[in-house]
Structure formats: C-alpha cells, structure tokens
C-alpha cells in the first residue's frame, strides 16, 4: 500500500512540475513576445526578425523562414507587399500576414537606406546637375 501511495505522490509532483514549467515557458514567451513587436503593436518587422521569430508566423516554416531572410539580405523590402517576392508567398499568404508582419529596419526607413543620393557623390542637386561631379 505505500508504494502504492508514494507513486500517487510522485505523479502529483510531476504534474506541478510540468505546470510550473509550463508557466514558466508561457512568461519567457511573452517577455520575448514583447521584443519582436514592431512599435507596441504586435507585429513582427520582417526586416529584423530571425528565423525562429519568422516561424511563429501562420504558414511560415523553417524553409520559408530561412528564404525570407536570404531575399531582404538581397533587397530590404520596403513594405508588406514586398514579401511576395519570396518564392512560395504569393497573394493569399499575403492576406493572412498583412496585419502580423511590419516593415522596419535598422535605418528606421523600412529598409530604404539612403535615397537622398546625399553623402554618396550618385544624387542630383535642385538644378539637375550631378552633385558628386568635380568642378572644373
């Protein structure tokens, strides 16, 4: 009978432990949760988040993942319609990622970079005029 009894409690603290653990997992989740949003809002910005942060996207696995970071390491895109360009993301899948995905970036431009042409000698200035041109 008591092992009987030892088993009963052997089982009950399992079950606390996995609760705990359970809980514990659902709290570093959220913690992280919070990080990945795009500005407070709860959207991941397809130009910063890591494979495994992409995967929490609804149809997106590891291959998808890794293919969107491999296309904006080719070309950031510029806004939420420029994940179409990824090879098995087409309008649909779109549809279902539109309100859970933001575009961002490290330059806070979406991806943009630089398109003044300032700085690089490659714009225009006002008149039309090359801006990086010497002058004579």
Not at 85 to 100: A, H, P, Y
Not at 106 to 121: F, H, I, L, V, W
Not at 130 to 136: C, H
Request: with cysteine; net charge positive.
């Amino acid at each position: 009978m008591r092992s009987m009894r030892a088993m009963q409690v052997t089982r009950r603290r399992q079950r606390v432990r996995r609760t705990m653990i359970g809980c514990a997992m659902a709290i570093v989740l959220a913690v992280n949760g919070k990080m990945l949003m795009a500005a407070g809002d709860g959207r991941i910005d397809i130009n910063t988040a890591s494979v495994s942060e992409l995967i929490e996207l609804p149809g997106v696995g590891p291959a998808k993942a890794a293919a969107i970071v491999e296309e904006r390491e080719r070309k950031p895109f510029a806004s939420v319609e420029d994940i179409t360009r990824v090879s098995g993301i087409g309008d649909r899948m779109l549809e279902q990622l539109r309100d859970k995905i933001s575009v961002g970036g490290a330059d806070g431009n979406g991806g943009a970079g630089n398109r003044s042409g300032a700085g690089g000698g490659g714009g225009t200035d006002g008149a039309g005029t090359k801006s990086g041109a010497k002058s004579r």
